[in-house]
């Protein structure tokens, strides 16, 4: 399982590259990826071209011989929506940030990307809208080269700011996150901060074009040139993107300015952009060719962290704004972060984050099976005329989720060291509810389950009477409730 979410400045591309995600598991067609903005349910989300509500679906894709369940959620882009990139971002362990490579890093970028981090989540690098640079800026290869290295040195660069911001905060030395690479999960390295940077060689940047369907990662390209070249696929992987040439008669990789002088061109400009350039209007060749989908599903399965591999620093962050840290609580308590870490579908504790409430429409279908349709958020008053009611936006962080389950309603403000008071109807950020229906999130649709294990992300009905916005649902009174979603609004100056 993969929990991601896109971000992006309003406009850079993210239901564009939804859609192509979407159209990729045969839910719409091809043609109409880039079109249809699939993850714009609401009409007045469709009017206005932008997304104003997070949405979630839940996407198949199989690397090699492994399957793999992708939870794409959709946030909006605008600043005027912060609240709803907080819900998708709590419930996720990585994002794809898409920046549009004319506009380059825009003030939501750096918010976004201040948020993924703030929540330690791991990010790959879309960097869309390439074909911009060909029909509108009329670039050569050399100069598309360029202008990405610069938008890439921006990326890297608020990166870097929120790096140097935290460690110049941290009052104890900040420990080592150097095993994975670009991994922001856990606590920061002192000395090597390389690995927290966006890098095609590394390969959690996608190059694309959403709207037409293509896109790459820079190890597509070293497969092919590897055989033809008889270059190692080690070694081109390493050398495409950068200051590298080749001598094609000895196969020899040269580095610098001496090569540079002599007027040669890039590995990346040599092999893949005047490739590109070459069949610029040939749209249709490229997205056979280069399929957007598998670039970036196959960057999201092989580089974002499973569920399972959450930390405790997450953790802790997620949990403990109250208490500081589990090592403050009762045993009881303690015992439980183990149950995060191992993300274990058995578990005997059942522990569910609810960000949001989100309001859906039911509908008969033909087979008077009901069909819920989302639809726009109304005063819980008017529900009942229109058949609508609330499900929860959730996320199982432990146990197995199952219809009928009971289960404690634990408010932000609960405090489980008061877990000598076990009576739910005398404390006020307490009370118990039982599970009536279970939901995968399919865009538009919600689709019935039965349980959810430990990893997903589902739709829980049940709640409107016991849960407002968000919540924490646990099997047991010990656990400490996820602290409250707080905006983080990057100062932005508006000009009128
Ligand atoms: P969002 O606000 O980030 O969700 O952005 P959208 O997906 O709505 O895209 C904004 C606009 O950019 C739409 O008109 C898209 O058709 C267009 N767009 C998206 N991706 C590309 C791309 O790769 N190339 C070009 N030229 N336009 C794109």
Not at 192 to 212: C, E, I, Q, T
Not at 397 to 403: A, P, Q
Request: glycine fraction near 6%.
């Amino acid at each position: 399982i993969r929990n991601i979410c896109i971000l992006a400045h309003v406009d850079h591309g993210k239901t564009t590259l939804a859609d192509a995600l979407i159209a990729s598991n045969g839910i719409i067609s091809k043609r109409m990826a880039g079109k249809l903005r699939y993850m714009d349910s609401r009409d007045d989300e469709q009017l206005r071209g932008i997304t104003m509500k997070s949405s979630a679906i839940s996407l198949h894709y199989l690397l090699e011989t492994k399957e793999y369940l992708v939870n794409l959620i959709d946030s909006p882009g605008h600043v005027d929506f912060g609240s709803e990139v907080c819900t998708a971002v709590r419930l996720c362990d990585g994002a794809i940030v898409v920046v549009d490579v004319v506009e380059g890093v825009c003030p939501q970028t750096h918010a976004v990307l201040r948020q993924a981090w703030l929540e330690k989540l791991s990010p790959i690098l879309v960097l869309n809208k390439i074909d911009r640079l060909i029909t509108e800026l009329k670039f050569t290869p050399d100069e598309a080269h360029l202008h990405l290295q610069q938008v890439l040195e921006q990326v890297n660069a608020v990166t870097g700011s929120l790096y140097s911001a935290e460690v110049t905060n941290t009052s104890v030395t900040p420990c080592i996150r150097t095993q994975v690479v670009y991994d922001w999960s856990s606590g920061l390295a002192d000395t090597d901060d390389s690995k927290l940077y966006f890098s095609p060689s590394h390969g959690n940047v996608v190059f694309a074009s959403a709207v037409d369907g293509w896109g790459f990662k820079i190890q597509h390209f070293s497969r092919i040139f590897s055989k033809k070249l008889g270059i190692r696929e080690k070694i081109l992987t390493r050398t495409l993107w950068g200051d590298y040439y080749v001598n094609t008669k000895t196969k020899k990789i040269m580095k610098g300015a001496q090569v540079r002088a002599k007027g040669k061109k890039t590995l990346f400009v040599q092999f893949i952009l005047e490739n590109l350039w070459a069949i610029y209007d040939a749209v249709f060749i490229k997205s056979q060719w280069l399929p957007l989908a598998d670039a970036v599903l196959s960057s999201v399965c092989q580089y974002l962290p499973s569920p399972s591999e959450i930390n405790g620093d997450r953790v802790e962050g997620l949990m403990c704004a109250a208490t500081k840290s589990f090592s403050a609580l009762h045993q009881e308590s303690r015992a439980l972060k183990q149950d995060f870490l191992s993300c274990d579908p058995t578990s005997s504790t059942t522990i569910v984050l609810v960000s949001k409430m989100v309001a859906v429409e039911a509908k008969l279908m033909p087979q008077n099976k009901p069909r819920y349709l989302l639809s726009e958020e109304l005063p819980k008053n008017e529900q009942n005329e229109k058949n609508e009611q609330f499900i929860a936006f959730a996320r199982v962080f432990s146990g197995t989720l199952k219809v009928g389950q009971t289960l404690f309603v634990l408010g932000p403000k609960y405090d489980p060291t008061s877990i000598l008071d076990l009576n739910v109807k005398s404390n006020p950020h307490v009370s118990q509810t039982s599970v009536t229906s279970i939901y995968l999130w399919m865009g538009r649709e919600l689709e019935s389950l039965e349980e959810a294990p430990a990893g997903c992300i589902v739709g829980i009905g049940g709640l409107e009477d016991v849960v407002l916005n968000s919540a924490t649902l646990c099997s047991s009174m010990a656990c400490p409730p996820f602290n409250a979603l707080t905006v983080d609004v990057a100062p932005i100056i508006r000009v009128a």
